[in-house]
Each structure stands twice: as C-alpha cells, then as structure tokens.
C-alpha cells in the first residue's frame, strides 16, 4: 500500500504523550527506542524562546514574592532554590487547563523515559491522582486489571495498607506496580458498591498482541478482528488478516480498549474502506500554514462488506480518527459507550537540567472539520455492562450461574459483542445504515 510521508509520523508520535504519563503499573511501552525519540532541546532550537517581552509578561510580582520569602520565611534555607523554580514552573503550566500538558522535574522525565520500553509489567492500568486519591483512567486490555474486573473511574484509597494520598503520579505507581508475579492488595471505592472493594492483584508482564482474530460457531460469514493498538506494524498485520478472511461478507472490529495512537498506522486501515482519496483526518497547527489533511491511499480491491465497530471510554486517539472516519462515511456502525474523546498532539521539549515539558500544539479534526477533543464519539447503539456479567456472586443471586461453580470456572458474558452480531445480523437484512440504527434502537424499546 502507498505510504505517508515520512515526515508526517512525527505527529503520530506526539500524541502518545497523552497517556504515556499517567502509566501506572505499565512499563509503559514505545516500540521506538529511546535514543530515536522526538525530543527538542529548547537551548539549541533556532527560535530565541527566552527573549524578553515585557509586553508579553510582567514577572515583577514573581521576583517581589521571592525576595520577600527570602527575606523573612523562618525556613527557606531548608528548601532547594530549583525546587522553588520547578514548582513555579508547574503551577504555570497547569494555569493553561489542559490536563495533556505538563512539566516534569528531571526525576519525573526519567521515569517517564524509563518507561518508553516494550518490556512492561505491573497490574496494566493508567491512573490519575488528586490529594485525597488514585483514580483509574485506563484498564490494558489482557492485563491483570482487566482480569480481575478494575474498572474505569475506580478509586485505590490504599495499596498494601499503604494510604495513597498527597501523592504525585510517580510515587503512586511506585507503590502499584512492580515487580512481575508479586502481589497488590488494593482497596477499592466503586460509585454503585456500598463498601469498598478489597482486590489482591498478582503483577505480570504484559504483552498486548497487536491483531486478534476469529470466527463465530453460529455464522461463518461474520469475521471477528480486536485491533488491539495502532503502531508501525499495525497496518501490515490487519491486512494480512483481511486478506485471509476476504471471503467473509462482514466484520465486527473490536477497537476497545485501544487508545493508542499512531496515525499512519490508521490511514493505512482506512484506506482498505474508504474510497480513494478521500479525507480521512486533518491536523490543524497554531501556524495555518502547517495545516494538513490526510487522505485514503489507493487500493485496487476495497473491502465492501457491512462494518460494527465495538469502542468504549478507552478508545482513543487512532482509535477515535478509524471509528469517526467509518461511520461519517456510513461504513460501520458504533456500539457500546462513548470514547475517550482525546484529538490533540503533544511535543516534549528537553531543558539543560533533563526536566521537560510537553504541551499541545496541534488538533486533529475530522473530515468535516469537526474537533471532538473534550468530547466524545456517540455510539450508535449504546450497550452497558451488567454487574453479573463479571461478577460471580452477582450471577448466582440472579440464577444465571451455577450454585456450586468456583471463580476459576467463572468466565465473563461479553454483552457488547453479543449485540454487535445482533445488530450485524440486521445491517445485512436491512443494508441501509439510518434504517438499521432505527430498527434496533426501536427494538431495544419495546424490550
């Protein structure tokens, strides 16, 4: 397949930034080594960055502060003058609201560059924190948090018997994650459950297989692929396997779960869909000149069977660009929850001191120039888990498992895949998009 331009991918590669920050018990996981890292040492960029303006900003306040606590704080001397700065530093930065942009001490950038490695182990989850505690964002998919049932928006108030409060997502992690097949009790707040939750999570090293694929036993003509993550391969292996299954009339693709965040690797699956040349997805930069759009590639034979696309709270980024370009082309239809809602790219510079600093610099927009940052791609169809579906007890109490079965033999009911072939099922009988939706939405109704 024709290929973007190399010089695009750099923008593909900012927006992993997103997340990478907040891993928690992940590794956290870059294919490209470190040393190939897109990182801009600000002293020797060609823009004089520090030149003064002093229309621009008046720091005279900042300076009056500081004398002042020089000159009568009890304990100043106790505290590190860099520490002072890098504190001012963070709390600017965090004045821009935006919770994808950050300052990070040298410590903090080392961890996080520590962490740009295949090689990840932990519980699989990515966290947010406050003073008072750690919040899930995101659960990996075949990690042990998903295995034992986290869920987005869960809340860890301890870990080991360990509080997690007043805590910094480094030092959050540092008390979750580590080492592979170790335990971590965690205690757990979950908005519906009365008490909390106590969960002892054995630790793994986690491999996340780029492309799942499968057949169901009760139609041979519906071809099951999990797109697991967008990354260089990403594109190669999904047409491997769409070659495989090109007998197959249609096609559930499983994009949860999937926050990741390579763009090339997106184009290149589209184009199998979308007719050529097509917009798929445009950046748009502080410098409009620097604007671009992304089109659908040629390809001889495009794949024109009926599409269900299954997406949640953590499809993001590449995962967002493929299900919005499907079905504002009326390809696929979306089922499950809303996504994550995350279409910006950040850039990390380097200061002489390794802290760094990332921020946004660009938006990406659909093809009718729509921007869902902040917002969310609405399902079509939407499906939420029922708490007998991953609970064992909670199944029993309704008779739907067996009295006697043991949480080894229990395995999760997949209620949104279950309705991705149901609504499948009718896309095919119905062929029109609008009318389908209608059809189960007025079927869901009446049950």
Not at 25 to 44: D, T
Not at 54 to 68: G, N, Q, R
Not at 82 to 99: G, N, P, R, T
Not at 211 to 237: C, G, H, P, Q, R
Request: hydrophobic share 45%; charged share 35%; with cysteine.
């Amino acid at each position: 397949m024709k290929k973007q331009k190399k010089d695009k991918n750099k923008i593909s590669f900012n927006i992993f930034l997103i997340s990478i920050l907040t891993f928690f018990a992940l590794g956290v996981f870059l294919a490209e080594p470190i040393q190939k890292i897109y990182v801009k040492n600000i002293l020797k960029t060609d823009l004089n960055l520090f030149k003064k303006d002093k229309k621009d900003l008046d720091l005279k306040k900042f300076w009056e502060v500081y004398s002042l606590l020089k000159e009568k704080y009890y304990s100043l001397d106790w505290i590190k003058k860099k520490d002072l700065v890098d504190w001012a530093i963070k709390w600017m930065v965090d004045a821009i609201w935006d919770k994808h942009s950050e300052f990070m001490t040298s410590k903090e950038a080392k961890a996080f560059n520590d962490a740009l490695s295949w090689d990840f182990e932990g519980i699989g989850a990515v966290v947010e924190t406050n003073p008072l505690w750690v919040k899930i964002d995101r659960i990996l998919k075949g990690s042990p948090a998903k295995k034992f049932w986290l869920l987005k928006w869960d809340i860890i108030t301890k870990a080991n018997q360990n509080k997690l409060e007043w805590l910094s997502v480094w030092e959050a992690v540092e008390k979750i994650k580590w080492p592979a097949w170790t335990k971590v009790k965690l205690e757990i707040l979950r908005v519906w459950e009365k008490k909390a939750l106590e969960k002892e999570i054995t630790r793994a090293k986690i491999k996340i297989p780029t492309v799942e694929t499968k057949e169901f036993d009760d139609n041979k003509d519906i071809w099951y692929i999990a797109l697991n993550m967008f990354w260089e391969t990403s594109s190669e292996e999904f047409e491997k396997a769409l070659e495989k299954f090109k007998n197959k009339k249609w096609i559930i693709i499983d994009l949860r779960e999937n926050w990741w965040w390579y763009l090339t690797s997106a184009v290149e699956i589209l184009s199998n869909f979308i007719e050529n040349w097509k917009k798929l997805v445009s950046v748009k930069w502080k410098n409009i000149l620097d604007n671009q759009s992304y089109k659908s590639a040629w390809i001889k034979d495009k794949y024109l069977g009926k599409i269900v696309i299954l997406i949640d709270w953590n499809s993001a980024s590449a995962s967002e660009i493929t299900a919005w370009a499907l079905h504002d082309y009326k390809k696929a239809i979306l089922v499950w929850e809303k996504s994550y809602g995350k279409w910006s790219v950040q850039e990390p510079f380097l200061f002489s001191d390794w802290s760094q600093i990332k921020f946004t610099i660009a938006k990406w927009f659909t093809p009718k120039w729509i921007n869902i940052d902040k917002d969310w791609i609405k399902p079509d169809i939407e499906v939420k888990f029922k708490k007998q579906d991953y609970d064992l007890e909670e199944c029993k109490k309704i008779w739907k498992c067996d009295k006697n079965m043991k949480q080894e033999d229990f395995k999760f009911f997949d209620r949104q895949l279950e309705k991705a072939k149901e609504v499948l099922k009718s896309f095919i009988k119905v062929w029109d998009f609008e009318k389908t939706i209608e059809k189960i939405k007025q079927k869901g109704e009446k049950n």
